[in-house]
């Protein structure tokens, strides 16, 4: 799948389906699994490095673990995170840094956490044909600002935001934590394709992190959903086979 091509399931009426992913294992069968988008999100920084909030992630890490996935994908578009501070720098450094996500990592564009103010940075970064997926709603990189993670309810600062990034040539908009109502408003009003989480059903995809649905978090966001408790499955593989090896039982016997 193409990026035109992503864009173009909103006017099929499909939802589009997109998950994150961080190495080429999980990469691959999140990709064999049929998934649209997978995106190298930022969140690495909580999700496999420890980290408190994602503001420690830089450029270089971003694109060691995009390249990864960018290897595993076959079918699905890969959008790698810009972080912080991307998009508030020059227009030159933040058209710099993408260029080089994308031709050291082959992946299909950028997101970029986003509002009306980044729209000039967007439409150079489209006219430079760079690809940008604009986040909106609630901005994790903001946190230190934000003080917590709450529900966005902005309705005309939003609303704005949302056309001037479509405007600019995003070619999807990631609603984050938007209030429901509003999000599906938003949805309604963008002839581009908006994926929520936290946002509601009324937008036109949903992402999630991949290891809150497999239950490896540690703790399920309201947003979220576990499909599986593969935190508790690893823990019992990892104490069966240190009993085994204690035991004697590995490697000379077989269970």
């Given at each position: 799948?193409?990026?035109?091509?992503?864009?173009?399931?909103?006017?099929?009426?499909?939802k589009?389906?997109?998950?994150?992913?961080?190495?080429?294992?999980?990469?691959?069968?999140?990709?064999?699994?049929g998934?649209?988008?997978?995106?190298?999100?930022?969140?690495?920084?909580?999700?496999?490095?420890?980290?408190?909030?994602?503001?420690?992630?830089?450029?270089?890490?971003?694109?060691?673990?995009?390249?990864?996935?960018?290897?595993?994908?076959?079918?699905?578009?890969?959008?790698?995170?810009?972080?912080?501070?991307?998009?508030?720098?020059?227009?030159?450094?933040?058209?710099?840094?993408?260029?080089?996500?994308?031709?050291?990592?082959?992946?299909?564009?950028?997101?970029?956490?986003?509002?009306a103010?980044?729209?000039?940075?967007?439409?150079?970064?489209?006219?430079?044909?760079?690809?940008?997926?604009?986040?909106?709603?609630?901005?994790?990189?903001?946190?230190?600002?934000?003080?917590?993670?709450?529900?966005?309810?902005?309705?005309e600062?939003?609303?704005?935001?949302?056309?001037?990034v479509?405007?600019?040539?995003?070619?999807?908009?990631?609603?984050?934590?938007?209030q429901?109502?509003?999000?599906?408003?938003?949805?309604?009003?963008?002839?581009?394709?908006?994926?929520?989480?936290?946002?509601?059903?009324?937008?036109?995809?949903?992402?999630?992190?991949?290891?809150?649905?497999?239950?490896?978090?540690?703790?399920?966001?309201?947003?979220?959903?576990?499909?599986?408790?593969?935190?508790?499955?690893?823990?019992?593989?990892?104490?069966?086979?240190?009993?085994?090896?204690?035991?004697?039982?590995?490697?000379?016997?077989?269970?």
């Amino acid at each position: 799948m193409n990026i035109p091509e992503f864009t173009a399931i909103k006017k099929t009426g499909r939802k589009i389906s997109m998950l994150t992913a961080y190495d080429f294992p999980t990469a691959k069968l999140v990709d064999a699994a049929g998934i649209d988008g997978i995106l190298v999100g930022d969140s690495l920084a909580m999700v496999v490095q420890g980290r408190e909030n994602t503001l420690p992630v830089t450029l270089e890490q971003m694109a060691y673990h995009t390249e990864m996935v960018v290897r595993a994908a076959k079918n699905a578009v890969v959008i790698a995170d810009l972080p912080f501070p991307g998009g508030h720098q020059h227009w030159t450094r933040t058209l710099e840094d993408c260029a080089k996500i994308l031709k050291d990592t082959g992946c299909h564009g950028v997101k970029i956490e986003s509002s009306a103010a980044q729209a000039p940075v967007i439409e150079r970064l489209t006219n430079a044909g760079i690809p940008v997926l604009a986040h909106l709603g609630l901005l994790p990189q903001r946190i230190q600002q934000l003080g917590k993670y709450t529900l966005q309810r902005q309705k005309e600062t939003l609303l704005n935001d949302a056309h001037a990034v479509e405007n600019a040539g995003a070619f999807a908009v990631l609603l984050e934590c938007v209030q429901h109502d509003l999000a599906g408003e938003i949805s309604e009003s963008l002839a581009v394709p908006t994926i929520g989480i936290g946002s509601g059903p009324r937008c036109d995809g949903q992402i999630l992190v991949l290891h809150d649905i497999l239950g490896m978090s540690g703790y399920v966001p309201k947003h979220a959903r576990q499909y599986a408790q593969l935190a508790e499955q690893i823990s019992q593989a990892v104490n069966d086979y240190k009993a085994d090896v204690e035991s004697g039982g590995f490697p000379t016997k077989n269970r």
